[in-house]
């Protein structure tokens, strides 16, 4: 079966953080991302902040945007999951603009997003769009270039956004 989703590289994503003008990354440990990790730590810029759970991440990225920051929270889907009340609160109660870059963990990468067995998979745009969330898909390579705009727009228009990458980073 030809695959649907193919991973980016790290330098890909990095220079989409370069691009949206990223101070900081805020992460949890990640696998489906861990490439960009390493190739974050290596350039040393943005620097990234390690927290302990996803609401850490995000009130971690709150706080850095009160003090001037531009902050992207590096998570999985799981972690959208794990933080809903959080990034409702954040996002609508205290109007922080939060920008998400988040991997779907687990993804069978030869089928559509709808099409997963996997419930964590296929529920998380749904979940996106009930909270009316704009989020972005990216699947290829190719699509590297909407990676910038998108991690940009939440400091630009207030809100939330997140990227959704469709495969591991390589």
Not at 8 to 37: C, K
Not at 60 to 79: D, E, F, M, S, T
Not at 139 to 149: K, S, V
Request: glycine letters at 8%; hydrophobic letters at 50%; aromatic letters at 4%.
């Amino acid at each position: 079966m030809t695959a649907v989703a193919t991973g980016l590289g790290a330098d890909q994503v990095v220079a989409a953080l370069l691009a949206a003008d990223v101070s900081h990354v805020v992460t949890v440990p990640d696998t489906h991302q861990r490439t960009v990790l390493d190739a974050l730590d290596e350039r040393q810029e943005p620097p990234v902040v390690r927290a302990a759970t996803e609401d850490d991440v995000l009130g971690i990225c709150a706080g850095l945007w009160i003090g001037g920051g531009r902050p992207v929270a590096l998570i999985q889907q799981l972690g959208i999951f794990a933080s809903v009340n959080a990034l409702r609160g954040l996002t609508y109660d205290l109007c922080v603009p939060l920008s998400i870059l988040a991997g779907l963990y687990g993804r069978e990468v030869e089928l559509d997003v709808a099409a997963s067995q996997k419930s964590s998979v296929r529920l998380c745009q749904p979940v996106l769009d009930a909270l009316a969330i704009p989020w972005v898909l990216i699947d290829d390579p190719a699509d590297a270039e909407r990676i910038g705009a998108a991690l940009a727009a939440p400091f630009a228009r207030g809100g939330a956004q997140v990227v959704l990458l469709g495969a591991p980073t390589t």
